[in-house]
């Protein structure tokens, strides 16, 4: 019998997350699931290269002074790890907020880009996080990989050839020209990527823009302004959003106090840190840990 893929989307997800919460553990490694049966407050996070599509429910995505909503129907694909501003307008117990996130594979992108010589299409979409109706058929290539859930045997076997059509439809759909700006080598997008997975593995390390700048192939004038255009924030915030949301983590995750994560991230000054990390969250450190932690205990698991 044919069922509507929303309504399967929403099933799936409804039977792998029995908890409100955010599931990046499924059996397929790239796919990560959310259920949240409550309106959110606005949470700082971070997107990596991925494509995420609300199933059920709405959520609100700040990026920079961009406000975007996303609904069942919209798909948003970013390709940067995008700091952004993320929360759930439209939730229930009866009608829960669902929603799901593929990460994608930046070498795969290039190998297929590379063996197809597609037009390029005209989009007036964001540089590095964009928004759109999914096109039936890329829901259709989504249903049928969120589906291997329930096939764990025919995982090994057809997830990577359903990834791969994926990466093909989304460089042949509305979010190609940012693809392509992405994998085209000297482009700007393509440098700032660089840097990002700089940061990510020497978040904890000073900052010399100068010699980022370099490794970007671009004055420092201009490496600050791409990286604001593309990124929302300037080289120093993101940096910084990196050393609080590591933090954050291991305080939550880790049990570890707030002097010891502040440390280990990288800052000098705990008073500083509890400073800029209530800026950035809402609330000081051990006020939003214990915030965190009394609502995993009522409704699972959170972050």
């Known amino acids: 019998m044919y069922q509507d893929p929303w309504e399967k989307l929403a099933s799936l997800i409804k039977r792998f997350t029995q908890k409100e919460g955010s ?32 199933v059920q429910g709405v959520q609100h995505v700040n990026f920079g002074n961009e406000i975007m909503q996303l609904a069942q129907g919209d798909a948003a694909l970013t390709t940067l790890d995008l700091p952004v501003v993320s929360h759930v307008l439209q939730a229930s117990q009866s009608t829960p907020y669902l929603s799901l996130r593929i990460e994608l594979d930046v070498m795969l992108l290039r190998e297929l880009a590379e063996q197809t010589d597609w037009q390029t299409k005209q989009s007036s979409l964001s540089d590095s996080l964009s928004v759109a109706p999914i096109d039936e058929g890329l829901l259709d290539a989504v249903v049928r990989y969120t589906a ?8 090994p076997h057809l ?43 020497h978040y904890t390390q000073k900052t010399d823009i100068n010699q980022l700048a370099e490794q970007a192939h671009m004055s420092p004038s201009s490496f600050r302004q791409h990286f604001r255009k593309l990124t929302g924030v300037s080289p120093l915030q993101y940096q910084k959003q990196l050393r609080l949301q590591h933090a954050r983590r291991l305080m ?25 990390y209530a800026r950035l969250f809402g609330e000081p450190p051990h006020r939003d840990i214990q915030r965190l932690k009394d609502n995993e205990m009522q409704f699972g698991r959170i972050v």
């Open 159 to 201: 997830a990577p050839l359903i990834e791969r059509e994926i990466a093909l439809r989304l460089l042949n759909g509305v979010h190609q020209p940012m693809l392509k700006r992405l994998l085209m080598q000297g482009s700007a997008e393509r440098n700032i990527a660089k840097i990002i997975a700089y940061f990510n593995e």
């Open 148 to 155: 291997l859930l329930d096939e764990p045997k025919w995982q």
């Open 23 to 54: 599931f990046s553990d499924t059996t397929l490694p790239a796919l990560n699931l959310c259920r949240r049966n409550h309106r959110t407050h606005p949470v700082p996070c971070i997107y990596p290269l991925s494509l995420f599509v609300v």
């Open 252 to 276: 939550f995750k880790e049990n570890q106090d707030a002097t010891t994560a502040a440390f280990a991230v990288g800052y000098e000054s705990p008073t500083q840190f509890n400073r800029e």
